[in-house]
């Protein structure tokens, strides 16, 4: 059984910072990627940055140069340091793994809510 535990989310003002985590736990042989993504109320859900296990990253064009994703030494904890946040990151943050357990699927953890107040 595979488990992501995401943690971090808050409220916090404009211009501010938050830093989220993610741990994955259970039987894991290896993992592929690890991405968090969000979801803001009326809208879909969309990737906000990936990490490869060997440190490759991506971001969206609307959180580059503010966002930073991160993997622990472990390689199974991702983060995702949030600075000068704005109204519009306002959303459900998930955190999403691709990796091999007694096989190889895509987990989610539950979500954490990040809410930046103007």
């Known amino acids: 059984q595979v488990q992501l535990v995401e943690s971090g989310g808050g409220l916090v003002q404009a211009g501010g910072s938050l830093r989220l985590s993610c741990a994955a736990s259970?039987?894991?042989?290896?993992?592929?990627?690890m991405d968090w993504h969000r979801q803001a109320p009326g809208k879909q859900r969309e990737l906000v940055a990936a990490i490869t296990s060997g440190g490759g990253t991506n971001y969206a064009d609307s959180v580059k140069g503010r966002f930073t994703i991160s993997m622990g030494n472990a390689k199974n904890t991702v983060y995702l340091q949030m600075n000068n946040l704005k109204p519009e990151d306002t959303a459900v943050y998930y955190c999403?793994?691709?990796?091999?357990?007694?096989?190889?699927?895509?987990?989610w953890g539950q979500g954490t809510q990040v809410t930046v107040s103007s």
């Open positions: 999403h793994a691709d990796l091999v357990a007694s096989y190889r699927g895509s987990w």
């Open positions: 259970g039987n894991i042989v290896s993992i592929n990627t």
